[in-house]
C-alpha cells in the first residue's frame, strides 16, 4: 500500500504506528478544512464527541474497563475515514481509478440483483445447449456480451468501493463460496477485492480473502485468496486491527497451510527473477536452438529440411547431432519451468499492445473462449479446435492465452493448409498440461502470479498501482516473510528452509533481511547460513563474528572453523587465519586446498619460508595445480624474488586457463624488474579482461584501488607514490 497523499499518510502514521486520536483528529479536521471536504465534517464530529466523552468520564475519576477497547474503536474509525479520504483523492488524480469510477458509477449495489445476475448466467448457459441452432449462436453471443460488460462493471465497482463493513463482507463471502455462480466469475471478483485491498488495505476485504481461503473448496479461489492475503498484508495497521494477526497465526499454526505458503513465497521469487530467466534463454538457450534451423517442426515430429540433404552425405552424424542439441536446449527450458521459472515472459511481453489489454479488468479475467473480444479470433478459426485446447491444456497463464489468441488472429490468413490443421492438435501451442497438472495449488498459483507480474510490469497505467514485485519493499511485497505481523507466527520454523532455498538462487541481499529479521541464533544451522552469505556478499567483518557465534555452540564445527579461517584471511589477521586452517586440518589432513590456504596465509604473514616449503610440497605433489603456481608465484614476490615469479606468470599466462589477476601480477614483477612498458602492457591488459568477463563484485575497484590494497607489497619494493600516480597516467594512455 503506498499512499498518494502524503498528508494522508502521515494522519494514517500516527493512527497506526504512535496511536493517539487526539493528534489523529487535529490533522484530519486540518485535511478536510484546506481541502474543502466538509461533508466529512459530520463522520469527524461523531469521533470526536466520542472522544470527548473518554475524556470526561476520566475527568469524573471513573475507571472504565473497555477504556482499551473503545479508544482503539475510535483508532479505527478514523483509519477508514483517512482511507475512504485516499480513495477518493485517488480518484481524482489516478487515472485508473479515476476511469474505473466512471464506469462504475452505472452500478447499482443492490445484494440481492447481484446474486440474481450472477446466478442467471450459470442458467442461460445451461439452457443454450437446448436452444434450437439456428438461434444458439446469437443468444450465445448476446448473453456473454451482456454478462461480460456486467462483470467490468462489478469488477470496477469493487475496486472504487468505500471501506467495506461486515454486511457487505459476509454478502460477498456468501457469494463468492456459492455453487450456483460460475467459477470464473468468483476468480476475477476475487482478483478484484485482491487488487483494491493490496492498494488501499481494507480489514473486511482481508477478511473475506481469509475466509474464502479457509472455506472453499475450490482451489482456483483458495490459491487467488492466498495470493491477495499475503500481498495485502499491511505494515502497521495490525497494531489496531488485531484480527490480521489473529487470522495469520491460525493460519501458520497449521503445518500443511505454512508449507503451501513457503512454497508461495519460493514462487514469488521465482516470478520475480523473469528478466534473469529471460536473459539466460536469450543468451544460452535460444542460440542453441537457431543452430537447428535446418530442422523442420510438425505435430508428428522433427524432421531434417530437404533441402539439407546434402549435409547427410558430407557427414552423416551431423543431423543426429543437430537433433540431439535441439532436444537438449528445448530439455533446459522445460527443466527451467518445472523448476519453477517464468519462461514466456519475455516472448509474451511483446504481446500486450491488443486493444484487449487496455481495460484493466481483463489483466484480471481468467480465459475462456467465448470472451467478446475474441469473437473475430474464433470466426476466423472456424472449427478448429484451437481455441478450446488452448483454454483446457495450454502452458500459458491466462494473460498469455488471450495474447497468444489475438496474435494468431492478426497470420491466420497467411497461414498454409498443412499449418492451419495442426490447430486441432495440441502440439501447436507448445507441451500438454495435463488435467490433474493443472488442478494443483503451485501449478494455479504459478500461472496466478505470472498474470500478476504481467499486470504490474506491462499495464499501459502500470504507474498507477503500487508494484509488490519491486523488492524489497516494507509492506505490500512479495516477500512477505517480512511482514512485522507475520514474525511472531509459526512461520519462524520454515525460515531455514526458505533461507537455503534463497541462497541457493543467489538473493542474498533478500536472505540477509530474512534472517536479521528472524532472529535464530541457539541454532547452528541458522548461524551457518548467516555467515555464508555474509561471505558472500563480502562482508567479511560480519561473517566472522558469526562464525564466532557458531563456535560458541559448536566448537569443533568443520564449516565454522574453516569459515573463521577464510574471514581472517580476508581480514588480513592472517595469523589468526593460520591458526584455524592449521585446526582445519587437523579433522582433513588430506585436503588439497585448505594446505594451499594455509600456506597462503603463512606468506602473507610472518611465516613465509615455512609457507613456502609447503607450496613447492604441493607443486611437486600436483604440478597440473594452477592455484599452486599462483600462490608460488606470489611467494616469490613477498621473498623479494620477482625473477622467479616472472618465469612462473609467464607460463600462466601462456595457459589457456588464465585469469586477469595472471595479468596482473605478472605486471608487478615487470615493474619490480623496472621493465616499465611491459608492465604498463600487462596492467592494460588487466584492465580489458577483467572488463570484458564481467566480475561483477570487483566493478567498483579502480586499478589505482588495487594497488592502494597491495601497498604493503608497493612498500616492500620502494615504490613511491608519485610512482603509482605516474604507472596509472601510462597504463591509461590510449
Request: some cysteine; aromatic content about 10%.
Amino acid at each position: 500500500m503506498k499512499y498518494s497523499d502524503n498528508d494522508l499518510e502521515k494522519i494514517r502514521k500516527v493512527i497506526t504506528s504512535e496511536q493517539n486520536v487526539s493528534v489523529a483528529l487535529h490533522m484530519m479536521r486540518a485535511y478536510i478544512h484546506i481541502h474543502n471536504l466538509t461533508y466529512l465534517e459530520s463522520q469527524l464530529d461523531k469521533i470526536e464527541d466520542d472522544y470527548k466523552r473518554m475524556k470526561d468520564f476520566m475527568k469524573r475519576s471513573l475507571k472504565d474497563p473497555q477504556l482499551g477497547e473503545v479508544y482503539n474503536g475510535l483508532l479505527r474509525s478514523l483509519y477508514r475515514l483517512n482511507s475512504n479520504i485516499q480513495l477518493s483523492q485517488m480518484i481524482k488524480l489516478n487515472s485508473s481509478y479515476k476511469n474505473a469510477y466512471s464506469i462504475a458509477k452505472r452500478f447499482h449495489v443492490d445484494f440481492e440483483e447481484i446474486n440474481q445476475e450472477l446466478e442467471s448466467f450459470v442458467q442461460e448457459q445451461t439452457l443454450l445447449s437446448i436452444t434450437p441452432e439456428h438461434l444458439r449462436d446469437s443468444r450465445k453471443k448476446v448473453l456473454y456480451e451482456t454478462h461480460q460488460l456486467y462483470l467490468e462493471t462489478l469488477f470496477n465497482g469493487i475496486l472504487v468501493s468505500r471501506q467495506w463493513n461486515e454486511s457487505l463482507a459476509d454478502f460477498a463471502e456468501h457469494t463468492l463460496l456459492s455453487p450456483t455462480i460460475d467459477s470464473m466469475d468468483a476468480q476475477m471478483l476475487i482478483n478484484a477485492i485482491c487488487l483494491s485491498t493490496i492498494e488501499l488495505f481494507d480489514l473486511q476485504r482481508f477478511l473475506t480473502l481469509v475466509h474464502i481461503y479457509n472455506k472453499s473448496t475450490d482451489q482456483h479461489l483458495r490459491q487467488r485468496a492466498l495470493v491477495g492475503i499475503v500481498l495485502s498484508i499491511p505494515y502497521e495497521e495490525g497494531f489496531i486491527f488485531t484480527e490480521i494477526g489473529q487470522s495469520l497465526k491460525s493460519m501458520t499454526d497449521d503445518e500443511e497451510i505454512a508449507n503451501e505458503l513457503l512454497e508461495l513465497q519460493m514462487q514469488f521469487f521465482y516470478c520475480s527473477n523473469a528478466d534473469a530467466d529471460n536473459d539466460k534463454i536469450q543468451k544460452d538457450i535460444i542460440p542453441g536452438l537457431m543452430k537447428g534451423n535446418n530442422l523442420t517442426i510438425s505435430r508428428t515430429g522433427i524432421f531434417d529440411k530437404d533441402e539439407d540433404r546434402i549435409q547427410d552425405i558430407l557427414n552423416p552424424e551431423a543431423a543426429e547431432q543437430a537433433m540431439e542439441a535441439l532436444e537438449e536446449n528445448f530439455q533446459k527450458m522445460l527443466n527451467m519451468q518445472k523448476a519453477g521459472s517464468d519462461i514466456y515472459f519475455g516472448g509474451f511481453s511483446q504481446m500486450k499492445r491488443f486493444g484487449f489489454f487496455m481495460t484493466l479488468s481483463n489483466w484480471f479475467i481468467p480465459f475462456y473462449p467465448e470472451h467478446p473480444e475474441l469473437e473475430s479470433v474464433n470466426a476466423k478459426l472456424g472449427d478448429t479446435k484451437f481455441m478450446q485446447l488452448l483454454a483446457d491444456n495450454g502452458p500459458f497463464c491466462d494473460s498469455d492465452k488471450y495474447s497468444f489468441a489475438l496474435a494468431m488472429s492478426s497470420i491466420l490468413a497467411q497461414m498454409p493448409a498443412e499449418m492451419r490443421e495442426m490447430l486441432n492438435h495440441g502440439e501447436a501451442i507448445g507441451p500438454m498440461i495435463p488435467t490433474e497438472e493443472k488442478e494443483k495449488p503451485a501449478y494455479i498459483r504459478r500461472m496466478l502470479l505470472q498474470d500478476l507480474y504481467r499486470f504490474y510490469r506491462l499495464y499501459t497505467n502500470k504507474q498507477d498501482f503500487h508494484n509488490p514485485f519491486d523488492l524489497p519493499k516494507d509492506a505490500n511485497s512479495v516477500f512477505f516473510f517480512m511482514d512485522l505481523v507475520l514474525r511472531g507466527t509459526a512461520l519462524k520454523n520454515q525460515i531455514i528452509n526458505l533461507g537455503h532455498f534463497l541462497y541457493k538462487h543467489r538473493f542474498d541481499q533478500q536472505l540477509r533481511m530474512l534472517l536479521e529479521a528472524y532472529p535464530l541464533w541457539d541454532d547452528p544451522d541458522y548461524c551457518k547460513l548467516f555467515a555464508k552469505v555474509l561471505y558472500r556478499l563480502k562482508d567479511y567483518s560480519e561473517a566472522d563474528r558469526v562464525y564466532d557465534r557458531l563456535l560458541a555452540i559448536a566448537p569443533n564445527d568443520r564449516q565454522a572453523i574453516q569459515g573463521k579461517a577464510n574471514c581472517s584471511f580476508h581480514l588480513e589477521e592472517y595469523e589468526k587465519a593460520v591458526m584455524y586452517y592449521q585446526r582445519a586440518l587437523e579433522s582433513e589432513v588430506s585436503n588439497e586446498q585448505i594446505q594451499l590456504n594455509l600456506a597462503v596465509s603463512q606468506i602473507n604473514g610472518v611465516d613465509i619460508e615455512e609457507g613456502m616449503a609447503k607450496l613447492f610440497r604441493l607443486n611437486y605433489e600436483h604440478p597440473e595445480n594452477l592455484m599452486v603456481q599462483r600462490s608460488l608465484a606470489w611467494g616469490y614476490l613477498r621473498q623479494g624474488k620477482p625473477e622467479n615469479a616472472e618465469t612462473i606468470y609467464a607460463r600462466l599466462l601462456n595457459n589457456q586457463k588464465k585469469i586477469p589477476e595472471d595479468s596482473l601480477n605478472a605486471g608487478y614483477c615487470k615493474w619490480f624488474l623496472m621493465k616499465i612498458p611491459e608492465a604498463v602492457e600487462l596492467f592494460q591488459n588487466f584492465k580489458l579482461t577483467r572488463s570484458s568477463q564481467k566480475q561483477n563484485d570487483q566493478d567498483h575497484q579502480s586499478l589505482f584501488d588495487i594497488f592502494v590494497m597491495d601497498s604493503k607489497l608497493l612498500r616492500q619494493y620502494h615504490i613511491q607514490t608519485v610512482e603509482v600516480y605516474l604507472m596509472m597516467d601510462l597504463v591509461n594512455e590510449d
